[in-house]
């Protein structure tokens, strides 16, 4: 009887460790929540620009931790999400260049809060699928896409109306659809218009027929008509 319990151990230490070996070999398989997923670039700031947001702290530093987010995983991106909506919250109260001051720039903002406000309240919900992380990832890059783009249009708004000396709006241009072309077209044809013109002569009008004219009438006027009896 001892003789077969001590041959069944065998047998089954040569399994367990038959079996052992072959888990070591199998890859280890990574979950969906540590897949890195690259997502679409957000918009850039023009080269010429970038001078003219260097006082903005708080937009330097939501750009460079948005960078986190363009190749992350969705678990990455969970872990920096509280951080994220922190700072565009400080973005969002902070004292921006005056030339930003308007409802439509700050409505880009706006939806940049709400978005980076989404990403890190789903941090706090345990069922949530990567699907849903992902696509609110992009939401996210996307609202802060949208911010870049408009800031592009403002500066380059400003640079088309000091080239021009005139603001657009008050000769009916939309500068948002005009290319880097058009406008150097029309500058051109502005500065055209303010160099200096001949004077244009003054065309002189001979008073004597018109005196000779009205003396002639008072004197019509004073002809004596006879009456028949």
Not at 28 to 36: H, R
Not at 47 to 61: G, P, Q, R
Request: net charge positive; aromatic share 8%.
């Amino acid at each position: 009887m001892k003789k077969y319990i001590a041959l069944l151990s065998i047998l089954f230490f040569c399994f367990c460790t038959t079996k052992e070996q072959e888990t070591e070999k199998l890859p280890i398989k990574k979950t969906k929540l540590s897949v890195a997923i690259t997502h679409k670039t957000p918009v850039k700031i023009e080269a010429s620009f970038i001078a003219h947001l260097d006082s903005w702290k708080e937009y330097k530093l939501v750009e460079e931790f948005a960078g986190k987010f363009h190749q992350t995983s969705p678990n990455e991106a969970l872990s920096n999400a509280l951080e994220l909506k922190s700072l565009v919250q400080q973005l969002k109260e902070s004292l921006k260049p005056t030339i930003f001051n308007s409802p439509s720039f700050n409505a880009r903002i706006n939806v940049l809060y709400s978005e980076a406000e989404r990403l890190a309240d789903i941090t706090f919900i345990p069922a949530i699928k990567t699907a849903e992380i992902n696509e609110q990832v992009e939401k996210t890059l996307g609202a802060f896409s949208a911010l870049n783009a408009k800031i592009n249009t403002v500066l380059s708004q400003k640079k088309f109306e000091d080239a021009i000396g005139i603001s657009p709006k008050f000769i009916g241009l939309d500068t948002t659809k005009m290319d880097r072309v058009s406008k150097k077209t029309v500058a051109a044809f502005d500065k055209k218009l303010k160099t200096k013109k001949a004077p244009k002569k003054k065309t002189k009008i001979d008073k004597k027929p018109l005196l000779d004219y009205k003396n002639t009438k008072r004197k019509n006027s004073f002809k004596k008509v006879k009456i028949n009896n």
